[in-house]
């Protein structure tokens, strides 16, 4: 077994923990592995111990882990930050965006979407710490938003992605993804059926407020240069 394959098998522990913990059916947390600035064998090895959703922050790298990476069954997410002019690739070669945090964004991804495919998966990526540095939607944008992201054609709008602040404490950790998960389902869209919450410090947390996807790179991959 190799070190990524155990760490993998921990984790995947971890979340079903947290699923029965915070008693949630098992396996309704989908594991993506968060493999920016890792080198593919690292991939290869997560694949090759059942990983199947990978996600990727920069496009360059991910176009290039993508070819090297084509014979592998992978359904690629990207979760980084996303330029107006390099939506055009992004809607070609994934089948999920985490990361819409813009209208202008969601309106390319649709148009560029290509008919032979699936609506393009997306997550709103809401702001949920306020915080002035990060990027996203606030809370009070969020209905508006999501009215007009449903509308587009070619994207399939799923839910929500946040990066809260990081803290220690659970209680200060659950919060920001309580208050997102009661904004969401106070909608009442039933479609918007995906929280991406959580990374490897808070994955627990998240998993306790209603996390349908939790991105974790560092404890599967260790840390990044
Ligand atoms: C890098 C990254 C992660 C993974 O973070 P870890 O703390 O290494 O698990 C998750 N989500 C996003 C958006 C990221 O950029």
Request: hydrophobic share 40%.
């Amino acid at each position: 077994m190799t070190l990524i394959a155990r760490k993998l098998s921990a984790i995947l522990q971890q979340i079903r923990t947290a699923e029965w913990q915070a008693q949630r059916k098992g396996h309704s947390v989908e594991l993506l592995a968060v493999s920016k600035t890792k080198p593919t064998i690292d991939l290869i090895q997560a694949y090759q111990a059942g990983q199947r959703h990978f996600g990727e922050s920069y496009l360059q790298e991910a176009l290039f882990k993508q070819k090297e990476l084509s014979c592998y069954q992978i359904t690629w997410h990207f979760i980084g930050p996303i330029q107006s002019n390099k939506t055009r690739p992004i809607a070609e070669h994934f089948s999920w965006v985490h990361s819409v945090d813009r209208l202008k964004i969601a309106q390319r991804l649709s148009e560029q979407r290509p008919a032979h495919l699936s609506p393009l998966n997306v997550c709103i990526q809401v702001n949920i710490s306020n915080e002035a540095t990060k990027s996203g939607f606030s809370l009070l944008e969020l209905p508006e938003v999501i009215g007009k992201i449903s509308c587009l054609p070619n994207i399939k709008l799923r839910g929500v992605m946040a990066i809260p602040r990081p803290e220690t404490d659970f209680s200060l950790q659950k919060a920001p993804y309580r208050q997102l998960y009661q904004a969401v389902k106070a909608l009442k869209k039933p479609e918007l059926d995906t929280f991406s919450f959580g990374m490897t410090g808070d994955l627990s947390a998240a998993i306790a407020e209603g996390a349908t996807i939790v991105r974790v790179g560092t404890a599967l991959f260790g840390v990044r240069n």
